[in-house]
């Protein structure tokens, strides 16, 4: 899987979790994990969530660290694509804790204490499975209301954050590496 951080700031909308946004964002075509900082605004229109959608949830931050999956699969497979999240969400927590932040997770959400450091989506299409990790570099922005906590708040630089998403990247790649190894290695019975 290859990793990407991309140093421009990209703002987080939505449509980078729509198939192919990688390749033709950037050229990045394949398997791949792409990483970037920038702020977030997810409309309606582009929320995948029905409960963020039934409970008019705001998914808003001024700057955010976005990792973002893509697995090419055809079809794409919405359970698989939930079993990544998880893997993508479980590496980013160990990498924190090297990084002296000790967070909870719950389901696809990390926090500390009780305020929420992250938001997550998976998604699947006819060609991929995608999925978005939005870590809070700070809190402005975010919506109000909601007990939330950023990496600034825990004494990381912002732009340390990008070291932090590059080995939040490489462990997960490093995941898939060991999966994909192991199938072609395992007999049949």
Known sequence: MLVEVLEEPVFYDGSQIDP???YKHSGILGDSIIVFRGG?????????DCEDLRGK????GDDVLHLIVERF????????SYLLQRLLVISAQAVLNMYGIETARTG?????ADEKLTVSIATASITSEKI???INVTTTGTPKGVAITSLTSFGIEPDESFS???DIAEMFS????????????????
């Open 20 to 22: 192919l946004w990688g």
């Open 40 to 48: 977030m605004d997810v409309s309606e229109e582009r929320m995948k």
């Open 57 to 60: 949830t705001k998914i808003t």
């Open 73 to 80: 699969d055809s079809p794409g497979n919405i359970f698989i």
């Open 108 to 112: 696809d959400d990390l926090y500390i």
């Open 132 to 134: 978005h990790l939005g």
């Open 164 to 166: 932090i998403g590059r």
């Open 174 to 189: 490093r995941e898939i590496l060991g999966i994909l190894k192991d199938v072609v290695k395992t007999r049949g019975s």
